[in-house]
């Protein structure tokens, strides 16, 4: 058994944090490889553990401006126990598009930059954190968007910056996942191991 095994095994003791939903933030840096590791982690927990992107709920107007979003669109259906509907943004397009749906299921994976945010924590059954650092993460991310997207890049480490001062994730992590050349290692987080 891998730490991802195990991992998966732990986040299903706990109690729900959202009505009858564990949702799960799995939080880092923008090209931290946040979205694969979910990716793994909902393929190990099973087919039908649902994963949020926030990419789908920021915009190029407002990278970190969707709390509201996620909380009325997200949260509140969730903690009721009821499936949840919320509209992607179109990068591409730059407009919302028609709303999907989320089901309350036992765990729901939100992944992105500031899942972990503290208007989120209340709701949030354990929070995951992506352990590169940002320099590493952001070549990552150039690399994986191309000459194209370098003028967004450049504003975006800029509030992705901010918004990590003003409201750190990291401190407040269950547990630092590393991705290493043969998968990942997990180890406890700040708020495990204070």
Avoid: N
Avoid at 133 to 158: C, H, K, M, N, Y
Wanted: glycine share 10%.
């Amino acid at each position: 058994m891998d730490d991802v095994d195990r991992l998966a095994e732990s986040l299903y003791a706990g109690p729900p944090s959202c009505g009858p939903v564990r949702l799960v933030a799995v939080d880092g840096h923008a090209g931290s490889g946040k979205s694969t590791f979910a990716g793994r982690l909902a393929t190990v927990l099973g087919g039908d553990v649902p994963v949020l992107h926030l990419d789908d709920l920021a915009s190029h107007e407002a990278y970190f401006d969707w709390t509201g979003r996620v909380l009325d669109q997200v949260v509140d259906p969730l903690s009721r126990g009821i499936t949840a509907h919320y509209e992607p943004y179109d990068w591409v397009a730059r407009h919302f598009a028609p709303a999907r749906e989320l089901p309350p299921a036992p765990l729901v994976l939100i992944e992105g930059v500031g899942a972990g945010r503290a208007a989120l924590r209340p709701h949030l059954a354990r929070l995951l954190w992506m352990e590169r650092s940002p320099e590493e993460s952001w070549l990552r991310g150039r690399q994986r968007d191309g000459i194209g997207l370098s003028a967004f890049w450049d504003s975006w480490t800029v509030a992705e910056t901010q918004h990590f001062l003003a409201d750190p994730s990291r401190a407040f992590a269950d547990a630092l996942v590393r991705e290493c050349p043969e998968g990942y290692e997990v180890h406890p987080g700040p708020m495990t191991s204070a």
